[in-house]
């Protein structure tokens, strides 16, 4: 018993790895699980998302390892109906189709807030994206309609 707590705190362990596009918080996770002064803002944030009238991606970037994922689970465990309402990609490196790279799926999860959607004025709706900073940076390097996303990310120094 004792050896399968010590395992499930290895860095190698698949406990280690959580889905952020979906609640994978057993009791060991909430018991481990440390609130921080982010999660509280990130909730602020999400909530004010839902009641605003325009369209709202929220992007939680960092480095690998940083939590990212952690915090959308989390999201998704204490507010399954309000997560319900948001469109979440966890992972914005993986592409879950053979005939789509990676970057090809980001844009297809990324179009509403496309510089042409945004100009466009189209039906609101709330994304919530997990990157990691150096695939932000190589998403706006490398897509061509993304110019005001790209903006808002240096004008904030996001990156």
Do not use: C
Not at 105 to 134: M, T, W, Y
């Amino acid at each position: 018993m004792f050896k399968e707590i010590l395992d499930k705190l290895s860095i190698a362990s698949k406990e280690a790895v959580v889905d952020g596009n979906k609640n994978e918080f057993d009791e060991f996770k909430e018991y481990m699980h440390i609130d921080r002064y982010v999660q509280g803002k990130l909730e602020q944030i999400v909530f004010s998302s839902l009641e605003s009238d325009q369209s709202q991606l929220i992007l939680i970037s960092g480095n690998v390892g940083d939590g990212k994922s952690h915090m959308m689970s989390r999201l998704h465990k204490r507010f399954p109906e309000k997560m319900a309402k948001i469109r979440v990609r966890n992972d914005a490196t993986e592409s879950n189709r053979t005939n789509k790279s990676w970057l090809e799926e980001l844009q297809d999860f990324l179009e509403p807030f496309s510089d042409q959607a945004l100009a466009e004025n189209r039906e609101k709706v709330n994304h919530i994206v997990a990157i990691n900073l150096g695939i932000l940076s190589s998403f706006l390097d490398r897509s061509e309609n993304f110019g005001r996303l790209g903006e808002f990310v240096k004008k904030n120094g996001i990156i």
